[in-house]
């Protein structure tokens, strides 16, 4: 007989004959057992007993006057403990025993034949420790799982690696997503309690290529050596254990990887590679997920700019609409206006000259006369603004150095504040094909409306440029500057923040500068601030052929 020595043994013996008990024990100790047991004959007492204490084995006698051994089995049956149950028995039928099994009974001893029970105690012990094992693993599986599954997004990440962690009983866990074939970025990794994520470890000659290769990897212990050297950077963990396993998507390609890490030898339990391959089909899915809510995010983001531009290009259009419309209706008032002016003007004028030649240059009127030939002047001015407006007047195309003809117009307005400068431009750059009237006229608008809105000695800078075929000419100046309101305005006819009637105090300067520009093919653009001065940008093709 192989006795062992200082095992504790807990029976409960549901016995009527205290010899029978006293002949059980002494075979139990002469075994090697400890033993702590109670005596039980009864329905009430074994009641009693089982809920009072802990017990590792139950030995019953199969028959008694006041109860008997199948009565016993169910009794702790029935209160859910599985614990071993062996029968003992003076006399028993092989029909009887077969029943007895069946039931639940883990096996039969005659009480003629007890040096059979220590061995059968022991197999008992040792089948049930194993199945309560098993049973635990079961449960830590199905709670691993679980708890898993019913995650989503970063929560299904960590708790993927905080499950996996514990139930290996390793040192770290990572769950890494793929970003090319040298390197795995981590979505999660949880190592001696701290959670870290964005930790960028290598792929190639190391372990984790053998992981992504093979689809798993088991290193009981000696991995040091084959993990990346960014791994201590990050971890100091003197790595012993390691296990791993690919994340691949539904066509097979690897978009991730799980690995372990342990600090001693890491042996894994049953149905491991079973359990993780649940666990890295979710973390698959988890991934593609991400991916497909960050790309609806991105196009999301991208919808809403186009829709904006959109929304901003649709409102400019229609704001364009509107004042073309406006333009064309003021413009066509405007020519018949001026149209119906310009006659009757025409032969005041020639009456005028006629007077003003037979009039006397001692009469004391004579005066009134320069100061009528300037108002009818101005008069004329302002009719040929409004014929402008309507339809530009027609300049002829030729070949002319825009800047000298920028020079010209800051020399013939004869004002010291005007700052110029050249961006990149030469001589040869220079030279343009357009109308020079129109370009020589939006030119004097634009300065002149500069000079009038800065402060006296304030400076006015003028730069122009050649790019991509365009002539850009920018003006700014340092005076008060507008609001939004007035600036979405200056381009209206007849719209004017001059406070008395003087030359251009019509309010068409602007707006008949935009029509030309226009229809020369280019745009202008006003940028302006309160209290900080305005700016005018000019944009022209330097190359026109036709009107």
């Known amino acids: 007989m192989n006795k062992i020595a200082g095992n504790k043994l807990r029976v409960l013996i549901v016995e009527d004959s205290e010899d029978d008990t006293i002949i059980v024990l002494r075979e139990l100790r002469n075994y090697g057992y400890e033993l702590e047991y109670e005596r039980v004959d009864s329905r009430e007492a074994m009641e009693e007993a089982l809920v009072d204490k802990k017990w590792d084995i139950v030995i019953s006698d199969y028959a008694m006057p006041n109860f008997d051994g199948i009565r016993a089995l169910k009794l702790m049956q029935a209160r859910g403990n599985d614990m071993p149950f062996i029968l003992v028995s003076g006399t028993i039928g092989e029909d009887v025993a077969v029943n007895a099994m069946k039931a639940g009974a883990n096996d039969y001893i005659l009480k003629d034949n007890l040096s059979r029970l220590s061995s059968a105690v022991k197999r008992e012990l040792e089948e049930f420790k194993n199945r309560q094992e098993l049973k635990r693993m079961e449960e830590a599986i199905q709670t691993l799982v679980k ?41 999660s990794m949880i190592f001696d309690g701290e959670t870290k994520d964005d930790y960028t470890h290598q792929i190639k000659d190391t372990l984790f290529e053998t992981v992504i290769k093979e689809g798993f990897c088991h290193h009981p212990k000696g991995s040091t050596s084959l993990l990346p050297d960014c791994f201590k950077q990050y971890t100091n963990i003197d790595a012993e254990g390691f296990f791993g396993m690919s994340i691949p998507d539904e066509h097979g390609e690897i978009i991730g990887l799980l690995w372990a890490v342990s600090r001693k030898k890491l042996v894994l339990p049953p149905r491991t590679i079973d359990i993780m391959e649940i666990i890295t089909a979710k973390a698959g899915s988890e991934i593609k997920r991400m991916w497909a809510e960050d790309q609806l995010i991105l196009h999301n983001e991208e919808l809403e700019t186009v829709v904006e531009e959109r929304t901003t290009r649709i409102i400019e259009l229609e704001r364009q609409r509107m004042q073309s419309e406006k333009l064309a209706a003021t413009g066509q008032m405007a020519a018949t206006v001026a149209h119906e002016i310009n006659n009757p003007l025409s032969a005041i004028k020639g009456g005028f000259v006629l007077i003003k030649d037979s009039f006397p240059k001692d009469s004391k009127y004579y005066d009134y006369l320069g100061m009528i030939d300037k108002e009818v002047d101005r008069i004329a001015r302002i ?165």
């Not at 708890?147 to 290996?168: N, P, Q, R, Y």
């Not at 020079?436 to 009038?452: A, S, T, W």
């Not at 809105?453 to 122009?464: D, W």
């Open 147 to 187: 708890s898993t599954v019913i995650k989503t997004g970063e929560d299904a990440f960590h708790k993927i690696v905080s499950s996996v962690k514990e139930w290996l009983d390793t040192d770290l866990v990572c769950l890494g997503q793929t970003i090319d074939n040298n390197n795995a970025i981590a979505l």
């Open 383 to 547: 009719v040929k603004q409004m014929f402008n407006l309507s339809r530009p007047y027609q300049g002829k195309i030729c070949d002319f150095n825009a800047i000298s003809v920028i020079r010209d117009v800051i020399t013939m307005i004869a004002s010291e504040q005007c700052v110029f400068e050249t961006i990149n431009i030469d001589n040869d750059i220079a030279k343009v094909t357009m109308s020079e009237d129109h370009f020589r006229q939006v030119l004097y608008n634009i300065i002149k409306n500069g000079i009038e809105a800065s402060p006296e000695n304030s400076r006015i800078e003028i730069k122009a440029k050649i790019n991509n075929d365009r002539l850009s000419v920018i003006v700014s100046d340092l005076g008060e500057g507008m609001s939004d309101e007035v600036r979405q305005k200056i381009f209206d006819p007849f719209f004017t923040t001059k406070s008395k009637y003087s030359e251009g105090g019509l309010g068409l300067g602007l707006s008949t500068t935009k029509v030309i520009i226009e229809s020369m093919g280019g745009s202008i653009d006003c940028v302006s601030e309160e209290g900080k001065g305005t700016t005018f940008t000019i944009d022209l093709p330097i190359n026109i052929v036709t009107q």
